[in-house]
């Protein structure tokens, strides 16, 4: 068997700035988020992939409310969307009852 001589240039080879901020960009998210959760008065939200990911630095006794504009136009039939907001539909009746 006949072998191939090779010779390798051993440079160092450098990345552009676009390659390195595709490849670190996962790394990047994660310390961002970090950062962010650093001032508390600051409520971090997390969505990942289209769906809720997590709830950073919520207070006690505190609630969040997360609306998906996507969901309630385009992937919801008319009922579901009734059943969600039956409680708005209701007090604009009383309101225009009371009127």
């Not at 191939?4 to 160092?12: F, R, S």
């Not at 006690?60 to 919801?76: A, G, S, V």
Request: aromatic fraction near 8%; include cysteine.
């Amino acid at each position: 068997m006949k072998t191939k001589k090779c010779i390798v240039n051993e440079q160092k080879i450098e990345s552009t700035k676009k390659e390195v901020d595709v490849i670190d960009r996962e790394y990047y998210i994660k310390k961002l988020i970090e950062k962010e959760k650093e001032n508390k008065n600051n409520i971090v939200v997390e969505i990942y992939g289209g769906c809720l990911s997590a709830v950073h630095n919520l207070p006690k006794d505190f609630e969040y409310t997360l609306i998906d504009w996507d969901c309630l136009k385009e992937n919801m039939d008319d009922d579901e969307f009734q059943e969600i907001v039956q409680h708005i539909i209701d007090e604009e009746g009383e309101t225009n009852a009371d009127s």
